[in-house]
């Protein structure tokens, strides 16, 4: 199937031209975002960190909604304190970063844009003092978070969000196609096979009776232990022979001692024929 790539560019010219330069301001931020940077945490960890150290509070919220509404919405509801409370920290960070850098409007900008939004919430109810503290670093309630400790620690756990909610994921169907294409490849092999073995089992059925010969070792199945088990068959004998074995085994025993009887018995299988077909024992 032909494909064709259309590159970034076209698409914002193409914007320009329909004059919709208000869609090309959101599709900027979405372009940012597409394909979620290759289903790499790292990379979509560092997206985060890049709008935190420009100050952009919308690219930051636009770039979290982004993964609230196409990823984490689709987990399961055991993630969600889990999910909320990365966002209060990301949150939190852009604030720390600022304070951090003496960029006091940024904060300010912050409760301005977002205050109506959290202020209903009980884990910001101790933020909203910050803009009005002087050394917040040095405040117990803001202390923690001035730590670089804390900070790598929310990196990382960001990082192990991510991971853990693309794998979570159920692949797309288009995605499912070349292990679907390479299964029926498999089974279609398989098939092949078994018509092919089928047909070679039904060889002797089809040639004329007799021209197939059973001793081939082609025809025996693999594994078997070729012995010669031909004595086990039981000699056909009639009353008579076996009365005439008799008297003779015990002319032969005759005059021998106790001990020698059992030594001169012959148990090979094949004695007793030799004495019946021998002519000097007939009677």
Same mark, same amino acid.
């Given at each position: 199937m032909l494909t064709i790539a259309i590159g970034p560019n076209a698409i914002r010219r193409l914007l320009l031209l329909r004059g919709l330069e208000a869609v090309l301001k959101t599709s900027s /931020?979405? @372009?940012?975002?597409s394909q979620h940077k290759g289903g790499r945490p790292d990379k979509i960890v560092e997206q985060f960190v890049h709008f935190i150290t420009l100050y952009d509070l919308n690219g930051l919220k636009d770039y979290w909604n982004h993964f609230d509404q196409s990823v984490f919405e689709r987990l399961d509801q055991n993630f969600m304190p889990?999910?909320?409370?990365? !966002?209060?920290?990301? &949150? $939190?960070? %852009? &604030?720390?970063?600022?304070?951090?850098n003496?960029? *006091? !409007? +940024? /904060? *300010?900008? =912050? =409760?301005? +844009? @977002?205050?109506?939004?959290l202020q209903h919430q009980l884990e910001w109810k101790d933020w909203f003092a910050l803009p009005f503290i002087k050394n917040p670093e040095e405040n117990p309630a803001y202390?923690? %978070?001035?730590? $670089? *400790?804390w900070q790598d620690t929310m990196l990382i756990s960001l990082h192990n969000l991510l991971a853990v909610s693309f794998q979570c994921l159920p692949q797309p169907k288009l995605t499912t196609y070349n292990e679907e294409a390479g299964r029926v490849t498999r089974l279609q092999a398989e098939n092949? *096979? @078994?018509?092919? +073995? &089928?047909?070679r089992s039904n060889v002797c059925d089809t040639h004329e009776p007799g021209s197939c010969n059973i001793l081939s070792?082609?025809?025996l199945p693999p594994g078997l232990d070729l012995i010669d088990e031909f004595y086990l068959i039981p000699v056909d004998t009639s009353p008579a022979d076996n009365h005439s074995r008799s008297f003779?085994?015990?002319? $032969?025993?005759?005059?021998?001692?106790?001990?020698?009887?059992?030594?001169?018995?012959?148990?090979s299988p094949l004695s007793g024929r030799r004495a019946s077909s021998s002519p000097m024992n007939r009677f």
């Open positions: /931020v979405k @372009l940012k975002t889990a999910i909320k409370k990365m !966002e209060n920290s990301l &949150l $939190r960070m %852009y &604030l720390i970063n600022a304070c951090i003496g960029k *006091q !409007e +940024k /904060v *300010q900008e =912050f =409760f301005e +844009k @977002l205050g109506s939004e202390m923690v %978070y001035f730590t $670089r *400790q092949d *096979q @078994l018509k092919s +073995k &089928l047909a070792s082609d025809n003779r085994s015990f002319i $032969r025993g005759f005059g021998t001692n106790n001990s020698g009887i059992s030594g001169s018995l012959n148990t």
